[in-house]
């Protein structure tokens, strides 16, 4: 390891400096600066930093980047260590009970932070989820791989692909059900898209992850891994699903469907919500109870089919007062196959807009309409703006998520490239991606 | 009035059946297709129609197109009759009470159904307003100008300007308050312009919508109405808020603070919420209660600073997975000073569109994010992605909505084009816009 490597991220001045008295991430730093004295252990930083701060994780856990002014002085009081990471031995493995697969693609939920320099790590290998989670053993034999190391907002279409044809790998091999361990920020659109590029599933594929890491001692990552693991041995559904907690404590876990989950709170343990929808399930005290009748039931001996490609010409584009409707012929000009608008109330966009979604329609591109309202249903026939937009050929997304909508018609024209079929299975539901209309919906509708 | 003009929207095949028996809009015409008979009231099509439809309501009050197959029959049953609005005297003032200016830019609230035609017609004239709502004669004397009649999509920036300054029109005249009809789609929107563009308020300025027009027997139009002209005259806050019902009940009507309210529902009643913020008020039973302490008071003497003018070169662009960076590039390319964007998770985009991103702020374009959790804050110190955001200058929205950031950036590149005085403005707290962060967010936060 070069020096640069143990000193990474840091440049110039900062460098310069760090060099000077031979300190390396992970060692013990201090800084004394305008009569302050800041101690900590000094950690990497970001590749877009400057190089005019040393950034140290203090003992209280956070991190404060100090700014080296001239009357600043740097030593390094205390060497770091290497980090040891000694998994303990395997636990022995109850053939009696289901087996279970954990992908893990990255995430809080499949790393642990290291406390001395800062870094996350991935540590997901069946030894170090049974010395964090040793409750799992009791649960299922666990086969655990490491497919990503990715935060969530990284992930990327081509990821989806890659994802479904590994989950499709362990079904075959046999197991009772798969977990993914993801990054909570773009969780909702992964399961959507697994949603769609896994048919036919035998069995359970069950997202998770974790809005706080595994060695804080509010994390939620134990009880929602456990959560996923006892749903993919056990559940009696075969769907793509995402597991968290249902409120902030931990006395339950809930199974959304993928295609109707969305994380509506940044940091709250119970930011995962179904939208119009109720949830597939609950886990209580180690017991899963179905809050629906209306799903695929568990059966290991049907057919799994795996569609696993995605297009990456499917835009999404939120409408707000003002928007300048030549982003639509954008789209139109980049060769884009499909927009899907985030419109406002029942499903409506400013008439400005309208001469660039007749030319994208003219030109085969597929608009479709969902709502930014998030909850409700698209209802285009109450007001003439609806109907004006369905009479341009624009197709509305009932009671879809803006973000489903987007993946399933990415998935969409990663099958076909038909515009006629596009719009067929667009209307099609595929995977619980449009919920029935209830009774009151009528009634709730404008005039 | 032209015979074109009686079939407003029928062109080719459809206007010359209904040519051929005389009719016109409004008047009672029989279909009779396949065995079936349609009768209704000819309402007009769409622009965008095609022309092998006629458009008739039903007697239950729903629209139906009937499609003109070579078997179908028509037939004129009954002539329509011109609709007659005839509002009744103005009730007797009295000169004891408020004075509320109600300014009516349109939407549902504003307007009632023509049931003959289909028509939507404002009538917000005094003597329809006391007509309609009867009650609010003895809550204050109106004041009612029609100002716009749009659906509220169709509102943009140049549309906030004019309210405000009609707003502080009729503030200098000595109203009491100040209460705005507008559709709901975009209402959330404007009530946060109208909180930026009018500072130092001396009383009430409240938005009000309805769910439902009133000539429906569910509607919501007069408890709204009637709740935001009583937080007109008598709310002891001076600040732009929204009035709608709290709940699918006709029990309470909640006062949203203008920077914090959105529209989360496509029809429900209680469609409008506060994000990450207490609602400023409730009214119950004809009683104001207020919710926090922590607000503007209503005082007479106040002056009144009118700021109404907009730029509509800010973007606000929702990320997705497999977004092109390039979108970026383009808005930069287009001379567009500021962009929000919708995030993942607390603050995050993939690390694909850093490069367009640095590009746009070394062009002074201002670059800030919110999150499409639409709940909870922005923090972008826990992860790589967020420092590294910072790093390239991307400011963080705190707890703001996305669309009201959009339409801060908006005001605020109206206000000046300096682009440091701009990230001043933009973080500085001007009407609420960022609550005082909590003190469980900390523990909220990821590791």
Redesign the interface.
Known sequence: MSLEENLSGYKGLALQVLQSIGAEIGDLIRIVKGGRVFEGILIPR?????DKHIVIKLRS?Y?IGVRLTPDAKVEKIGRGEKPAFVAPPLPEQNPALPKVAIISTGG?IASR?DYRTGAVRPALTASDLYSVVPELADIARIDAQILFSL???????AH?TIMAKTVAEKIAEGVDGVVIAH????MG??AAALSFALQNLPVPVVFVGS???A??P?SDAATNLTGAVLAAAKAPFAEVAVAMHETISDTSIVLHRGTKVR??????RD?FKSVNAQPLARIKENHITMLTEDYQRRDPSRRLVVKPN?S?K???????????PT?ID?YVE?GYRAIVL???????????L?QSIKRAVEKDVLVAMA?????????M?V???G??LL??GVIPLEDMLA?TA??KL?WIYGQTDNPEEAKQLLKTNIAGEYSTRSLY?V?????
């Not at 990054?183 to 773009?186: A, H, I, K, N, S």
């Open positions: 970001s590749e877009y930093g400057d856990g991190n809080t932070v935060y969530s907002e990284n992930i990327t279409p989806w990054g909570t920020d773009t659109y992964s809005q706080r890491s060695d804080r509010s994380k509506c709170h940044t940091s709250r930011a995605f990456d499917v835009a999404l584009v939120k409408f707000y007062p003002g928007m300048d982003i954008w980049k985030e419109g406002t109330g029942l499903g409506h966009v400013s008439n400005r309208f709502s930014q309202c998030i909850w409700g249903r698209v209802n026939n007001y003439d703006t109907r004006d009479a341009l973000e987007t993946v990415m919906t009634e709730e509708n404008k005039p």
